[in-house]
């Protein structure tokens, strides 16, 4: 197995990652507090995003049904999920969270409907793309030592 | 449970408590760092010797931010809400209503004031907006910082805040 290629591209799918936006410097902050005590402090991380996430995009598409117009619930709930986007770089997530955010200052349904689905297409794209990239960095790791969090 | 924008806050806190479970709380992180001795600092651990408490309701931010604070050296406990926060501090359980950063910022100068002491408390904001920077100084805060949380800025104020101290 050639671990130096697999670590080349896990690095190569970072940084695409990076260039088409997905992420921002507060990935790297996070990576950056991987040490010895956690050596997958960086995964961790993510797969608690995930569920933290889902967990929020759950709440609001309660909260659309359930409270029609409710802007300020609307945009508090929105506020919890764009926090953790910010902190571990999502930046394309986070893009969104603030449109949805700005929508609901405006006062429409419509923008808001529309913005929290694409909230939950880039969720799902990110999801998708950070589990390949730790998919391919575990394989990369030093033989026998990887483990398989669930994401 | 939806909350209203509030500040974060971390009060670091001397007490022996376990980390309370439960329900969502003000969704803010607040800072305040206090040492009960003088801390045996190192270059990369800045902040030995401090206990601090972490108010946050969201698991990704908790354990980004708890791993930021032992990095730093401090030792850290976890307060979901601003309720949990101010009874982890006062080391005895109250029955309170959920609260925001800060009123739990008020009830703990409250608390301080009968025994003539100051935690510092730093506010960690989405924004450093005039109304939002208003509030923490009518709350009683100490400092005021954006979030992200961010490893050299809280090292500095912390430092800030304990220079300040007596």
Known sequence: MDYSNLRRQAASMKKSLFDQGYLDEQFCQVEDLQDEASPNFAEEVITLFFKDSARLISNIEQALEKYPKDFNKWDAYMQQLKGSCSSIGASRMKSECMSFREFCGQGNVEGCMKSFQKVKREHGVLRQKLEAYFQLLRQAGPAGAATRPGM | ?166
Not at chain 2, 53 to 63: A, M, R
């Open chain 2, 1 to 166: 449970m939806p909350h209203v924008r509030h500040p974060s806050h971390v009060i670091p806190d001397n007490t022996e408590t376990t980390t309370p479970g439960g329900s969502l709380g003000a969704g803010t992180s607040a800072m305040a760092a206090q040492s009960t001795s003088e801390p045996r600092t190192e270059a990369d651990k800045p902040l030995t010797g401090t206990h601090v408490l972490l108010v946050e309701d969201t698991l990704t931010l908790q354990t980004i931010g708890k791993k930021i604070l032992y990095q730093l050296g401090a030792t850290v406990e976890v307060a979901e809400d601003g309720a949990k926060a101010v009874s982890m501090f006062q080391a005895a359980l109250e029955r309170m209503p959920v609260m925001d950063g800060y009123e739990a910022t008020r009830r703990i100068r409250e608390v301080e004031n009968r025994h003539g002491i100051h935690t510092p408390i730093i506010a960690l904001t989405a924004h450093a907006m005039e109304e939002e920077m208003q509030k923490t100084i009518l709350a009683g805060m100490d400092l005021h910082l954006t979030k992200p949380m961010e490893r050299r800025s809280i090292a500095e104020a912390i430092r800030h805040v304990r220079g300040s101290q007596g």
